[in-house]
Each structure stands twice: as structure tokens, then as C-alpha cells.
């Protein structure tokens, strides 16, 4: 049987020029196994942005860690540099950035702090695979940076992740922790074969409401092999399994994708030009064009006055807005001191949560999304 792993790896590796790649089911497995590998256990600090998902504060929590919020900045999304020592304290291990739809910024500058202080460094590249930072590939800089190939990031086989290992004393340690993994069962991989199935054929404009609302309620009821199970969004413990490896079936599919993905990155670009000059024009909040140069433009962001009724109309009109990141640990919207978040403290990332909508930036019909953001441009922040 071919190896579909392998050839994976060496697609991703042409990227990464690297060859220390690990493969697990989810990106956030990855993280957990590096939070691992460092040593991170309870009493331990990890560093991490204030406008998150929640699946990079739960590895944290799970081996007994505390997560530590910094604010974001407004305009990258990232963590606030100016902010980053005051929250060193002689329990932090870790501090993770992250590439928030794609963007990255200070990467080199946070590194830098961190070696000063004994830290290590995690890169979370799950939206920024195919993107760069200062002419490196996103996930170059840090000990080591994981990547996810869920549904819609850069390059998807339905779900899967894997990291890259840059500081080579971790690699002993990684490797037991691989031993440990579980395959994924007969009836996962079956799931994800009707899935993909389903998004070939019927996954369409006009079905995109219809069939996201759908998975998402299947995968919250634990139904399908969801991207989050539901008590990953409700709970802090660790799901049975979750230690779980990547399967040929689902490289298969990300092999077909990663393929695809020059073409779609000069999309993605060619995309957000266009909603640029347009908020420019419309003297509307809009990503820096100093941004471009890093940006892989996974989704762009723009802020609105009311996100329920942007969503209503997107829906009516069949555009295909996206929803991340609508909370500061992305989807939670309640119980948010089990994750020891308290959103008030993060004003920048609590706004931008109320207000941010995604819009499509891999769409051909980037004229039609322009009609719609043209026609509702006062509700636009
Ligand atoms: C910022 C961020 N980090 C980590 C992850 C986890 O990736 P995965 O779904 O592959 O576990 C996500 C997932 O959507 C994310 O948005």
C-alpha cells in the first residue's frame, strides 16, 4: 500500500526545509506533545495570546499548567510585544505566538526575549502554514511550531495536525512520547471518508450554511469525527484518546490539498489586496499593508457593528463569512474562568471578538463579496 504519510511529509517538508516532522490527528496534539516534551507540568506558566482558540489553552490545563493571556494588538492580532516581559515570572516555561489568520509579527523579537529569560518558544502555525516572517517560513524561528490540516486551514485532510522540531534536545524526549499515541479506529477513519464525500460533492455556496450549521451540531453532539468534541469547548478535561495518531486516509486527502496550495496562496493575496484597497477606500478598519509581505491571508478579518445581522443577510445572500474568532478562546462564550479567562482584562481581543466577521479569501467570486460589503458598508467598523 503507498505511503501516503511519507509522501506528505516530503511535500511539507519542501516548505518547512526541515525533516522533523511528526504527525498527530489534531494540531492541538502536537502542542500537546511539544508542552510535553519541554517539561511543562503543573505549577508551570505557559504564555499565550489573549484572542485564542480553546483547544491552545487546553494542552496547557491538561498537564496541570496555568495559561497566561497577553493582550493582542489591534492591528496584528498578535500578542502585544510591549506586554510580554511584564508577564514573565520565574514559573513561565513557554510562550507561544501565534500566526492569527495567517499573520505573524515580532516572531524574531519574542524569541529573543525568551532566550533572555531560559524560555522556550512554540509557534502556533495552524493558520499560517504556506506564509512567512521575515523571509522564513512561518514556524521557523521558535524550539518548535505545530500546524493543523483541519477542514479550513491552509492545506486540509479533514482533521490532522503536525509540528516541527527545531531544537534538537527535545527529540528524545518526543520520540517516547510518540510511542504513546493511539491509532485512530476503523470507524473515525470511516467518518472521515463519508466527510470527505459529503464536501466534494455537496459543499457549495449554496449549501454552505446548510451543511456547516449541520457538522457543526453533529460534532458537538460527538456524532462525527468533529473538529472539537463537545466537551472540549464545555470541559478541561483530557478527552479519552486524545493522544491519537494520523492515519494514511486522512494523508491521503491532505496530500491531494497541499498540491492545490500555491495556486491557493496567490489567491489568498490576490483576495486580500482587493478587500484592502476597498476598506482603504472606504476609510474603513482594514490589515496594514506593511502586513502583506508575512501574511498567507488564511481569512481576512473585518470588523462590524452587529454580527448577528451580517451574518443573517451573508446567509440570505449565500456569501460564505466565517465566524473565528468570536470569543477570546474561540468558541467558548461561557464558564470562562475554567480557562482562567477573564475577558474584561483583554479589552483589545474582547472587541475584536464582538465585532470581528472572516471573509472568504480562497472565494473566485471575490466581486460578489465586494457587492455585499459595499452594499452594508455603514454597518462596517
Ligand atoms: C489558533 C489555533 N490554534 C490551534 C488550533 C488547533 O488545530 P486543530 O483543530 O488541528 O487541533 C486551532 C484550530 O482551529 C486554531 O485556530
Known sequence: MADYIKSLKTEISKYLKTDNIYFHNKGRVSLYVILKAMGVKEGDEVIIPAYTCVVVPNPIIYLGAKPVYIEIDKDSLCIDIKLLEKHITNKTKVIIC??????????????????????????????????????????????????????????????????????????????????????????????????????????????????????????????????????????????????????????????????????????????????????????????????????????????VKDREKIFNLARKTKIELGDWFISPIHPVQNNFEKWEMYPEKYPNADFISKHVVNIPTDTKQVGKVLSFLEKYIDEIL
Open 98 to 303: 501565534q500566526n492569527t489568520y495567517g499573520l505573524s509579527e515580532n516572531v524574531d523579537s519574542i524569541v529573543e526575549i525568551a532566550k533572555r529569560h531560559n524560555l522556550y518558544t512554540i509557534e502556533d502555525c495552524t493558520h499560517g502554514f504556506g506564509g512567512f516572517y521575515k523571509n522564513q517560513p512561518n514556524g521557523s524561528y521558535c524550539d518548535a511550531a505545530f500546524y493543523s490540516m483541519q477542514w479550513n486551514k491552509p492545506f486540509s485532510s479533514g482533521i490532522g495536525g503536525f509540528m516541527t522540531i527545531s531544537n534538537n534536545q527535545l527529540i528524545k524526549k518526543i520520540n517516547e512520547i510518540e510511542k504513546q499515541k493511539v491509532k485512530p479506529s476503523f470507524k473515525t477513519k470511516l467518518n472521515l471518508k463519508v466527510l470527505f464525500f459529503v464536501k466534494r460533492y455537496f459543499l457549495k455556496n449554496s449549501t454552505y450554511w446548510f451543511l456547516m450549521n449541520f457538522y457543526r451540531w453533529l460534532s458537538k453532539n460527538n456524532l462525527v469525527t468533529g473538529s472539537s468534541s463537545g466537551n472540549e469547548i464545555s470541559d478541561i478535561k483530557i478527552p479519552k484518546n486524545f493522544l491519537m495518531d494520523y492515519s494514511q486516509t486522512q494523508a491521503k486527502e491532505g496530500l491531494r490539498n497541499i498540491k492545490k496550495l500555491p495556486e491557493l496562496l496567490k489567491l489568498r493575496k490576490d483576495n486580500a489586496i482587493k478587500y484592502t484597497d476597498f476598506l482603504i477606500n472606504n476609510k474603513k478598519t482594514h490589515v496594514k499593508k506593511d502586513f502583506f509581505e508575512n501574511h498567507s491571508f488564511l481569512k481576512y478579518p473585518i470588523l
